[in-house]
């Protein structure tokens, strides 16, 4: 042991104890401290930036029935989109959409066709895929966007209780057409 004047670092046995007790107690709290460090931050909010894939135009076709759907760039804190489905070269439904930023919340907020309106609310994020849910409407409960690759996507409908589900499989589009 090393002790004062000597060149020892520790006077007495008993000083051997107290550093080691010192040691054990720093390197259990050091390790909390580190790890609070490096716990991750707070979700960040939902952004449009995120759902911006999205952007362009969709169509999805089965025999005589297709299904369009438009999406704006986010702009001033909204994207704006619309759906129009056609079969037999009649339109049998639209809906008017807006996807937006509130409070901290990303809000899908649907308008179709001879319905009363509903706001559904961002659940799941990721690069390739947004879940927006509102368990009190009827159907749909849940609406699921997944990006597939640059030129697809993949949109799904359903009860929110793993029934009822309604897939579609959108192309890229010329918005043009």
């Known amino acids: 042991m090393w002790g004062p004047g000597t060149g020892d670092l520790l006077g ?13 107690i720093v390197g259990s709290v050091v390790p909390v401290q580190d790890a609070r460090a490096q716990e991750p931050a707070e979700r960040a909010a939902p952004t449009l930036a995120q759902v911006s894939w999205l952007t362009g135009c969709w169509v999805m076709s089965v025999r005589d029935l297709s299904i369009e759907e438009y999406w704006m760039a986010p702009r001033g804190g909204t994207m704006l989109g619309m759906s129009r489905t056609v079969q037999a070269d009649k339109t049998t439904g639209y809906e008017l959409v807006m996807i937006r930023e509130v409070d901290e919340r990303l809000l899908f907020e649907a308008h179709p066709s ?8 961002a659940t799941r994020l990721s ?8 368990p009190q409407h009827d159907f749909p409960r849940r609406i699921v966007y997944n990006r597939v690759g640059a030129d697809s996507i993949r949109a799904e409908i359903d009860d929110g209780a793993g ?6 499989a959108y192309g890229r589009t010329d918005c043009g057409r």
């Open 163 to 168: 029934g009822g589900a309604l897939q579609f």
């Open 127 to 134: 690069g390739e895929a947004v879940t927006f849910e509102n």
């Open 114 to 121: 001879g319905q009363a309106p509903a706001v559904f609310e």
């Open 12 to 24: 007495s046995p008993r000083d051997g104890i107290r550093f080691l007790v010192a040691l054990v």
